[in-house]
């Protein structure tokens, strides 16, 4: 649920949230290296625990009421929330793995895609294609984020994105969201365009974007544990996720070690570091 506060952050307030982007992208780019066939959800999940803790923050995914891992773990046909079990990944599986961590009293959230190298050529390759389009909508969002006047233009791109690129269904059911104090705050950041154009972006506004792409139907159905949420058609899922902020300089990708650098280049866009307090 996405909390009511104020959408536009303070200068320091800013500063604040470089810090929980910073490690959330540190226990991201750690599980990454990690992904590999015989390796458990649960070896992912101790392994970014232990990241965000040796930094001073905690796993935000934890303060949810009801979870008790570091990690959602989404494997093929898992759309979201994925519990981390010992299961082994699989050679071919397409493997996304969201994390945050929180510190100071501010949130950082993200998501990765790994295709596990392995398996039925055909599927990796349909993998491999769901995963670049996907990719490619974050990063047409987050670039659309830089000019935009209202939020809405994220949307925009990524459906554009997607529709350019595939015949993949767009989630309306899982959309991206502001973030701060809380991991989850107005404003919400659809992946679509919506008749409202939404919020003013200016300095101060802190989103998570993140496209959730289903390589077939959109339609989804929750598992008996309440939390793993699968695909209704059978067919494979895709999330990636950034959070960014916008300051009086430009954007700045808070969990991307970069700050966005690689991402932004093919659009000819810089981010620019968030000032000091």
Known sequence: MMLRRGLYKSRRELASMREPGRITALALAAVEREIAAGVTPLALDALAERVIREHGAVPNFQLEPGYQHTLCVNINDVVVHGIPDARPIEPGDLVTVDCGATIGGFHGDAAITVLVPGGDPAVAHARAHLSEVTEGALWDGIAALASAKQLGAVGAAVEDHVEA??????????????????????????????????????????????????????????????????????????QWEHSVAVHSDGIWVLTALDGGLAGLAPYGIVPVPIPER
């Open 165 to 238: 690129n595939s015949d993949f269904g767009i989630s309306d059911d899982y959309i991206g969201h502001g973030i701060g104090r809380a991991m989850h705050e107005e404003p919400p950041v659809f992946n679509y365009r919506t008749r409202v154009v939404g919020p003013a972006v200016k300095p101060g506004l802190c989103v998570a974007v993140e496209p959730i792409i289903h390589a077939g139907s959109t339609g989804s159905a929750t598992d008996a544990d309440g939390w793993t949420v699968r695909t209704a058609d059978g067919s494979d899922a895709c």
